[in-house]
C-alpha cells in the first residue's frame, strides 16, 4: 500500500507527461489500479480535464468512466463546466456519473447549477434542481433560497 501511495505521488508530480499513461492505465487495469491512476490525475489537477473528457466520451467501459468522473470530481472546480454540459448531453450513463461528480464537488458546482435552471429546456431545470437538492445543505439551501425569491423565472 504505501509502495502504491508513493508511485501515485510520483506519477502524479510528473505533471501532463504522465496523462496519457494514466488514462492509459485506466482503460487497461482492474479497478484497484485505476483508482490510484485517478488519484494520479486529480494531483495533476487542470491539465488533465481535456483528455479523460475526450477519453471517457471516447470509451464506454463503465468502470474506466466512473474513475475517471471520479478523478473529476476530485480536481474540482475546474471540472465544473465541463461536466455540466455532460448533464445537459444525451448519455444516459455519462449524465448520471457526471451527476454524481458534481454532487461530491458541492459548493462550487452551485452557481453554475443555479444558472442552468434558467434553461429554456424544462428537462434542464428539473436536472440542476435535482443535482442542487442531491448536494445536501449547499446546493438544496441554494435551490430553495432562488425558487423563494423567484430567481430561476428571472
Known amino acids: 500500500m504505501e509502495v502504491r501511495r508513493a508511485?501515485?505521488?510520483?506519477?502524479?508530480?510528473?505533471?501532463?507527461?504522465?496523462?496519457?499513461?494514466?488514462?492509459?492505465?485506466?482503460?487497461?487495469?482492474?479497478?484497484?489500479?485505476?483508482?490510484?491512476?485517478?488519484?494520479?490525475?486529480?494531483?495533476?489537477?487542470?491539465?488533465?480535464?481535456?483528455?479523460?473528457?475526450?477519453?471517457v466520451h471516447a470509451e464506454e467501459d463503465r468502470d474506466f468512466r466512473r474513475y475517471a468522473m471520479a478523478a473529476l470530481a476530485g480536481i474540482g472546480e475546474p471540472a465544473v463546466e465541463p461536466l455540466i454540459e455532460i448533464v445537459g448531453g444525451d448519455d444516459q450513463d455519462l449524465r448520471m456519473l457526471a451527476a454524481m461528480a458534481l454532487c461530491r464537488i458541492g459548493e462550487p458546482a452551485v452557481e453554475l447549477l443555479l444558472e442552468l435552471m434558467r434553461h429554456p429546456d424544462p428537462e434542464m431545470q428539473e436536472r440542476a434542481a435535482f443535482l442542487l437538492w442531491k448536494m445536501g445543505d449547499s446546493g438544496a439551501g441554494a435551490l430553495s433560497a432562488a425558487l423563494e425569491a423567484g430567481w430561476a423565472e428571472k
Do not use: F, K, S
Open 7 to 55: 508511485a501515485t505521488g510520483e506519477l502524479g508530480a510528473g505533471g501532463e507527461a504522465a496523462i496519457a499513461p494514466l488514462i492509459g492505465v485506466m482503460l487497461e487495469c482492474d479497478n484497484d489500479v485505476r483508482w490510484y491512476a485517478a488519484r494520479a490525475l486529480v494531483q495533476i489537477g487542470r491539465p488533465a480535464i481535456e483528455p479523460l473528457l475526450q477519453t
